[in-house]
């Protein structure tokens, strides 16, 4: 006969079976709430960048008319991040400490990369001798990747560090219109992005990979494709982005070292564009369908999926681009919302899954039982 010890472990080893099975299945068919990020009393907002604490940043319209850079923080609401005396800002990116980078200048005309500091607020980070840079990407340690014009015009990726200032990351191919763009950093201080990697003229681009002390690697592209970018990196070097060979065939891309580029696919369409990854490998973007529709896409456990079909029906909201994600899956982009009438930020956050709930009971009843009968 079996024991009562005998019959507890069991119950115990089958809800731990079955906890696994729904938990497998639970992440596969995780829902999401939707929350509109609201504007800075204009009719639209955008949302680019997210960080571990859940704080966004994008750019808002205005009462004015003006467009300004905004930092989102959750229970705060947006806040206006200002403009350094000049009309118009927009932020790209925040890390865990709060600051933001984005550039800052007048409605139409060169703009100045910027970092903003709780406390301190906006640094104007000047340029590399030209009249325009944009900051794209900040990692923890307030090292800021982007794009900056020389005295001569030519527009280079640059690497800028505190107290050390901003420096030319190089192209791919040096001659007369060679030209780079930063647009992601991790915590290493590793940049991605895209240059121009052709031997005469700025064409093709193709995505970079900079790494300290070694400088710019071309990734090349995507199944012979042409062109490449790359917009976002993880702590792992994982970095996605989109290659294609003319915009009616372009797909996005993650890039893992040791193994290459991975064609991600698309929702139906033609064309698909990855901007962000956590450090799990979990990618988002967007998508044009085949009824030529912008949808917001999350790419994990190797399948893509449209996150419109992973919130309520009747939210009122169409996502349209996705563009960051954080480590505990909250995702920020910008799409339709119907009860304002405006395309508006929107910041998604994982719905715990009541199957995962009730069989972390079950563990418990069955933890219960064994000490019950061991007693």
Known sequence: MTSARGLARVAMVAAVVVLGLHCSAALAEVQYTVTGLGTL???WSAAYGINSAGQAVGGAGTATGDDHAFRYTPGLGMADLGTLGEAESE???INSLGQVVGGVGPASGARHAFLYT????????????????VGR????????????????????????????????????RENAWAYSVACGINNLGQVVGYASAGSTG?????????TP???MTDLGTLGGRAESEAWAINNAGQLVGVSWTDYVDSHAFLYTPGLGMTDLGTLGGTESTAYGLNNGGQVVGDD??????????????????????LIDPVSGWTLNSARGINDVGQIVGYGFDQLSGHQEAFLLTPIPEPATL????LGGAALVARRRKTS
Not at 151 to 165: E, K, Q
Not at 202 to 210: G, I, V
């Open 137 to 172: 990407g900040i990692n923890n340690l307030s090292h800021v990747a982007g794009f900056a014009s020389k005295a001569n015009g030519d527009i280079r990726a640059f690497l800028y560090t505190p107290g050390l200032g901003m420096i030319d990351l190089g192209t791919l």
């Open 118 to 133: 709780p406390g301190l607020g906006m640094t104007d980070l000047g340029t590399l001798g030209g009249t325009h840079s």
């Open 91 to 93: 932020a790209w990116g």
């Open 358 to 361: 009730s069989l972390l009971a």
């Open 288 to 309: 044009y369908t085949a009824g030529n529709g912008r949808r917001a896409f999350l790419f994990s456990g190797g399948t893509m999926r449209d996150l419109n079909s």
């Open 213 to 215: 002390g070694l400088g």
């Open 202 to 210: 700025n064409k093709p681009s193709h995505a970079f990979l900079y």
């Open 41 to 43: 009393g204009g009719t």
